[in-house]
């Protein structure tokens, strides 16, 4: 038996904590499995009163992660604070330089600086790991970097954020509010310590960088990602998707064009039948379209402690076997830096797709024809066209003739963003919107 591998844990939160748990219990198994008895010797947070439901007895307790993180007794920095500046970043980039392995779940720090840190970790002969940022308990990180490594990747996308996932299938399942589902995904330790960042889709930005680096070869590009979250989503726009045959998901896609690797993060409307539609919850769920596999769906749990701290504690696993193996240990991004290409950038008005199209309009005489006709001039095809009006309304208005604001609905068949802001844009002027438009676009298969 090698000697310990001596571990030093910032952040005690949701993950943090789990992880100290899962080590403990794990004990026995990761000894037989590693050859190498794990211990936690170090941990750092920020309240050192604060009752975490975890032994902390026999560990060294540091006020400065950064101090922990360069500490002589630890052999593996696990960071777990979250964000991508600050701590985690000087902490991080502090381990590497003093030569400690790195395992980390903070997708916002490797999004943002992955590429620097991976060089670091090269430069000083260590691992990086972290299977925890992307998808939670989904080994998806190592499916595509190892398992895939045979294939060329054409797509990659999929459900990233448990929160989102989670608020989308209450809200539609139950009716509940945005509010209260988005409280509740706090409660249960799914979202970020700044919610924003799930709902607004900045954390499935984050993940899909990551993928869309490992899937097809290229720097991290978080900055190349465009990004729209959950939080326009209306009941109404989800009730009509129910009406219409789909569901909404936030989802995060990267595909190859012949311009370079298009990334885009957006509210979803998959048809009910797809798989993607049966993905509820805090789960997620990862496909990868490859030329030798065809298409790879990876489904499981998206956030939580036990689920995350499954991925943090299966990486501090490989980092105990490759660090007595040296040869077993990976490059970051599944390739030296140096190998990585310069990522090209698509612009999200060349996406050609169907879109969902919720206007609301004065309900008066020629409106839809006005509608129909600036969609004609754009080169716009329309699918299905629905208005609908309050019961209310009907009989106050039976003719239609008050101008009051009603929901025009419809579903275009294939377009370019281009051609679909531009048709927006002409009804704007026209003075036929009492509101701004709702816009999502569909992904049918
Ligand atoms: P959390 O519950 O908010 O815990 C964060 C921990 O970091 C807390 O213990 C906090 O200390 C500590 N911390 C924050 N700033 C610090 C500083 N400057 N110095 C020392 N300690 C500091 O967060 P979490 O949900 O566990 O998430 C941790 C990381 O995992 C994030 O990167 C997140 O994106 C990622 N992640 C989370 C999940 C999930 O389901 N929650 C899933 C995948 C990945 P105090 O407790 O003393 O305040
Ligand atoms: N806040 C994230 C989510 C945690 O809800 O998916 C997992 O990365």
Known sequence: MTQTLRLGIAGLGTVGASVLRMVARRAQALTAATGRTIAVSAVSARDRNRNRGVDLASVQWFDDPVALARSGEIDVFVELMGGSEGAAKDAVEAALAAGKHVVTANKALLAHHGAALARSAEEHGVTLAYEASVAGGIPVIKAIREGLAGNEVSRVYGILNG??????????AEGLTFEACLKDAQALGYAE??????????????????????AFGVEIDAEGVSVEGISAIQPLDLTMADELGYRIKLLGVAQATAEGIEQRVHPTMVPKASAIAQVMGVTNAVTVDADAVGELTLIGPGAGGEATASAVVADIADVALSSSAPGLARPTFGRPVSGLAAPRRVEMQRHEGGYYIRLTVHDRTGVAAGVATRMAEANISIESIVQRRSAKAASSDPQGLSGQPVPLVLITYAATEGNVRKALSAIDRDGLLAEAPQLIRIERD
């Open 163 to 172: 929160t989102c996932n989670y608020i989308l299938s209450r809200m539609e």
């Open 193 to 214: 310590a700044d919610p924003t960042f799930d709902v607004e889709g900045f954390d499935t930005a984050h993940k899909l960088a990551i993928l869309t680096s490992l």
